[in-house]
C-alpha cells in the first residue's frame, strides 16, 4: 500500500540535509526538518484523539507549518482538508458540513479566523510541541489521502477525494515528462490546498527536489527577484502568472541562468505572452498542460517542440492518462467536429465526499466527463473549443456564477442579477454582474456588501446593464447570448 508520505521518509534518510523548502523570507527547512516536524505534528493529533479516516482541516498558508501538518495528517492516516487562510465564514461552514472535519488547525500568527461551532481550534504550533509519532504511516492505496474543495459545476464547492494511489499516478506521469531530479527546485506562487501547488509539493518530494516560496503575484517585481535570488530550475503558474511577470515584473532585468522549464494550466496562454517568454528566454522548455481537480490535477500537456505549430493545444493525454473527444453518444469524434473530452486513468478521484449523485454525474464507466468542449486533429492533437458548465477562471482561482448571483441577490431591492465571466487579457476571465436596465446598484456597494459573504476573488470586477437577460424556456441564464451582448473583446480592469 503505496502512502504519499513515503517519499518525505525516503528523502529524509537518504539527504536529511537536503533543502526541501525556502520560504520568503530566505529561511529554508531541509528534508530532516520537514519529516521531524511532521512526526510531532502527527503525535499532537494522536494525542488529540485523531483517528484514520478522520478529516483535519488546515487552515494555513503555504510553508513549513502547511507542510507539517499535511504529511502530519497523511501519517496518521487521517484525511486532510486545506482550505487558505483567508477561508470566509460561509464557505468554512459549507466545508465543516460536508466533510465533518474533527479538528481546525489555524495559525494565530496569521490574523484572526472564523469561529465554528463544535470544532475544536487547535493552534499549528501547540500540536507540534508533542512527542513524535515514529511509527509506520497509517493508510496509504486506495485510502483518501486529502479532499480538496472546488467550485466545479454547481455553485456550491464539492469535495474531490484523491487516494494515495491517485496522487502518486498523477505525479508519475509528471515527473516523467518534465524530466525531474532532485536538483530542481520549482519557484511557488500557487497555494499548496489547491490541485496545481499541490502537484508542485507531490513531484518535488517525489524526486527530492525543493520548493522556493516567491511570493504573492501582488507584487510582481518581488516575485521576479527571488526567481533570480533562488536559482529557480522551474517555474509554475496560471496565465495571470506570466502576464503579470511580463507586464509588471521587469523580467528582461534578471539573470535566470538555472531557468530550465515553465509550466502553465489553468487556461490558454495567450500566444503574444507565449511568444515574449520565448524571446526573452529563448532556451527555456515551456510546458501548455490542461487538467482538473478531479483528475489530482494533470491530464495533458503539450510537448514544448510542438509549440510552434500547435500553440493554443493542450496536447495529448500525459503518461498515464488516457484523454478521448466524445459525442454525447459515447462516439469518439472526427476531425473538425466537436465532443466532450473524456479521461481514464489511475489519477482519477475516488469521488465527490458525501455526494454520489454529482459523482454518477461525471464519473460514467470508470471515466472522467470533463465538461470541456474541444475538438481534434488529424494527429490527435485536442483544441479545447469551449465549456458545457458556467465555471469562470479568473487568475488561479474557479468560480461558480450561481454562488455570486445568490449572494447579490441578497441585498435588499436586488431581486435578479446574471453572473458572466468575460474575457480579460491578464486575468483570463473577470467577473461581471449583470441588472437589467435602472436596477443595477453602484459596483463599490455590490463589493461592499459581498464583503464577508465570499472570498475577494469571487467579487465582480464591472457592472453592467442591458435591455433584456436572455433566457431559456425554463427560464436559465443563457451566459454566452449575455457575454455576446456585453461584448467579446473586453479588457476592463
Same mark, same amino acid.
Given at each position: 500500500?503505496?502512502?504519499?508520505?513515503?517519499?518525505?521518509?525516503?528523502?529524509?534518510?537518504? &539527504?536529511?540535509?537536503?533543502?526541501?523548502?525556502?520560504?520568503?523570507?530566505?529561511?529554508?527547512?531541509?528534508?530532516?526538518?520537514?519529516?521531524?516536524?511532521?512526526?510531532?505534528?502527527?503525535?499532537?493529533?494522536?494525542?488529540?484523539?485523531?483517528?484514520?479516516?478522520?478529516?483535519?482541516?488546515?487552515?494555513?498558508?503555504? &510553508?513549513?507549518?502547511?507542510?507539517?501538518?499535511?504529511?502530519?495528517?497523511?501519517?496518521?492516516?487521517?484525511?486532510?482538508?486545506?482550505?487558505?487562510? &483567508?477561508?470566509?465564514?460561509?464557505?468554512?461552514?459549507?466545508?465543516?458540513?460536508?466533510?465533518?472535519?474533527?479538528?481546525?488547525?489555524?495559525?494565530?500568527?496569521?490574523?484572526?479566523?472564523?469561529?465554528?461551532?463544535?470544532?475544536?481550534?487547535?493552534?499549528?504550533?501547540?500540536?507540534?510541541?508533542?512527542?513524535?509519532?515514529?511509527?509506520?504511516?497509517?493508510?496509504?492505496?486506495?485510502?483518501?489521502?486529502?479532499?480538496?474543495?472546488?467550485?466545479?459545476?454547481?455553485?456550491?464547492?464539492?469535495?474531490?477525494?484523491?487516494?494515495?494511489?491517485?496522487?502518486?499516478?498523477?505525479?508519475?506521469?509528471?515527473?516523467?515528462?518534465?524530466?525531474?531530479?532532485?536538483?530542481?527546485?520549482?519557484?511557488?506562487?500557487?497555494?499548496?490546498?489547491?490541485?496545481?501547488?499541490?502537484?508542485?509539493?507531490?513531484?518535488?518530494?517525489?524526486?527530492?527536489?525543493?520548493?522556493?516560496?516567491?511570493?504573492?503575484?501582488?507584487?510582481?517585481?518581488?516575485?521576479?527577484?527571488?526567481?533570480?535570488?533562488?536559482?529557480?530550475?522551474?517555474?509554475?503558474?496560471?496565465?495571470?502568472?506570466?502576464?503579470?511577470?511580463?507586464?509588471?515584473?521587469?523580467?528582461?532585468?534578471?539573470?535566470?541562468?538555472?531557468?530550465?522549464?515553465?509550466?502553465?494550466?489553468?487556461?490558454?496562454?495567450?500566444?503574444?505572452?507565449?511568444?515574449?517568454?520565448?524571446?526573452?528566454?529563448?532556451?527555456?522548455?515551456?510546458?501548455?498542460?490542461?487538467?482538473?481537480?478531479?483528475?489530482?490535477?494533470?491530464?495533458?500537456?503539450?510537448?514544448?517542440?510542438?509549440?510552434?505549430?500547435?500553440?493554443?493545444?493542450?496536447?495529448?493525454?500525459?503518461?498515464?492518462?488516457?484523454?478521448?473527444?466524445?459525442?454525447?453518444?459515447?462516439?469518439?469524434?472526427?476531425?473538425?467536429?466537436?465532443?466532450?473530452?473524456?479521461?481514464?486513468?489511475?489519477?482519477?478521484?475516488?469521488?465527490?465526499?458525501?455526494?454520489?449523485?454529482?459523482?454518477?454525474?461525471?464519473?460514467?464507466?470508470?471515466?472522467?466527463?470533463?465538461?470541456?468542449?474541444?475538438?481534434?486533429?488529424?494527429?490527435?492533437?485536442?483544441?479545447?473549443?469551449?465549456?458545457?458548465?458556467?465555471?469562470?477562471?479568473?487568475?488561479?482561482?474557479?468560480?461558480?456564477?450561481?454562488?455570486?448571483?445568490?449572494?447579490?441577490?441578497?441585498?435588499?431591492?436586488?431581486?435578479?442579477?446574471?453572473?458572466?465571466?468575460?474575457?480579460?487579457?491578464?486575468?483570463?476571465?473577470?467577473?461581471?454582474?449583470?441588472?437589467?436596465?435602472?436596477?443595477?446598484?453602484?459596483?463599490?456597494?455590490?463589493?461592499?456588501?459581498?464583503? &464577508?459573504?465570499?472570498?475577494?476573488?469571487?467579487?465582480?470586477?464591472?457592472?453592467?446593464?442591458?435591455?433584456?437577460?436572455?433566457?431559456?424556456?425554463?427560464?436559465?441564464?443563457?451566459?454566452?447570448?449575455?457575454?455576446?451582448?456585453?461584448?467579446?473583446?473586453?479588457?476592463?480592469?
Amino acid at each position: 500500500m503505496r502512502h504519499i508520505a513515503e517519499d518525505l521518509i525516503r528523502w529524509a534518510r537518504e &539527504g536529511p540535509e537536503s533543502p526541501f523548502i525556502t520560504e520568503e523570507s530566505g529561511q529554508t527547512y531541509t528534508y530532516g526538518e520537514v519529516l521531524g516536524r511532521a512526526r510531532r505534528f502527527a503525535g499532537g493529533l494522536i494525542e488529540s484523539g485523531i483517528q484514520p479516516g478522520d478529516r483535519v482541516l488546515l487552515l494555513l498558508p503555504n &510553508g513549513i507549518d502547511y507542510l507539517a501538518a499535511y504529511y502530519g495528517t497523511l501519517l496518521v492516516g487521517a484525511i486532510a482538508v486545506g482550505l487558505q487562510p &483567508g477561508t470566509t465564514t460561509r464557505a468554512l461552514e459549507h466545508v465543516t458540513a460536508n466533510c465533518q472535519p474533527k479538528l481546525l488547525v489555524v495559525d494565530p500568527g496569521r490574523g484572526a479566523t472564523p469561529e465554528l461551532s463544535d470544532l475544536a481550534r487547535h493552534p499549528v504550533e501547540e500540536l507540534s510541541r508533542a512527542a513524535p509519532l515514529e511509527e509506520s504511516p497509517a493508510g496509504g492505496g486506495t485510502d483518501i489521502a486529502q479532499i480538496i474543495y472546488t467550485s466545479g459545476t454547481t455553485g456550491k464547492a464539492k469535495g474531490v477525494t484523491l487516494s494515495h494511489a491517485a496522487l502518486r499516478a498523477n505525479t508519475d506521469g509528471i515527473v516523467e515528462y518534465l524530466e525531474l531530479t532532485a536538483s530542481d527546485r520549482v519557484g511557488v506562487v500557487l497555494d499548496f490546498v489547491y490541485s496545481y501547488g499541490n502537484s508542485l509539493l507531490q513531484t518535488h518530494c517525489r524526486v527530492g527536489g525543493s520548493l522556493a516560496l516567491l511570493g504573492s503575484m501582488a507584487f510582481p517585481v518581488n516575485v521576479a527577484e527571488r526567481l533570480e535570488q533562488r536559482a529557480c530550475t522551474g517555474l509554475s503558474g496560471v496565465p495571470s502568472t506570466f502576464a503579470l511577470l511580463l507586464q509588471r515584473g521587469h523580467l528582461e532585468n534578471h539573470s535566470l541562468p538555472s531557468l530550465r522549464y515553465l509550466t502553465c494550466a489553468g487556461g490558454a496562454l495567450p500566444t503574444a505572452n507565449l511568444h515574449r517568454l520565448q524571446r526573452l528566454f529563448p532556451d527555456v522548455k515551456v510546458f501548455l498542460m490542461y487538467g482538473q481537480t478531479e483528475a489530482s490535477a494533470r491530464l495533458s500537456y503539450l510537448p514544448p517542440q510542438q509549440l510552434r505549430g500547435r500553440p493554443n493545444s493542450i496536447g495529448t493525454g500525459m503518461p498515464g492518462v488516457t484523454l478521448e473527444v466524445l459525442a454525447e453518444d459515447g462516439r469518439p469524434i472526427s476531425p473538425g467536429e466537436e465532443g466532450e473530452i473524456v479521461a481514464s486513468g489511475e489519477n482519477l478521484m475516488t469521488g465527490y465526499w458525501n455526494d454520489p449523485e454529482a459523482t454518477a454525474a461525471v464519473i460514467v464507466d470508470g471515466k472522467l466527463w470533463t465538461g470541456d468542449l474541444a475538438m481534434v486533429d488529424e494527429d490527435g492533437f485536442i483544441f479545447i473549443t469551449g465549456r458545457r458548465s458556467d465555471l469562470i477562471k479568473t487568475g488561479a482561482y474557479r468560480v461558480h456564477p450561481k454562488e455570486v448571483e445568490e449572494a447579490i441577490v441578497e441585498m435588499d431591492g436586488i431581486h435578479e442579477c446574471v453572473v458572466v465571466g468575460a474575457p480579460h487579457e491578464t486575468w483570463g476571465e473577470v467577473i461581471v454582474a449583470c441588472f437589467l436596465k435602472g436596477t443595477a446598484p453602484p459596483l463599490p456597494q455590490v463589493r461592499k456588501h459581498l464583503r &464577508g459573504k465570499l472570498p475577494e476573488y469571487k467579487w465582480p470586477r464591472e457592472v453592467f446593464e442591458v435591455d433584456q437577460l436572455p433566457r431559456t424556456a425554463s427560464g436559465k441564464a443563457k451566459r454566452r447570448e449575455l457575454l455576446a451582448l456585453l461584448g467579446a473583446d473586453r479588457a476592463g480592469d
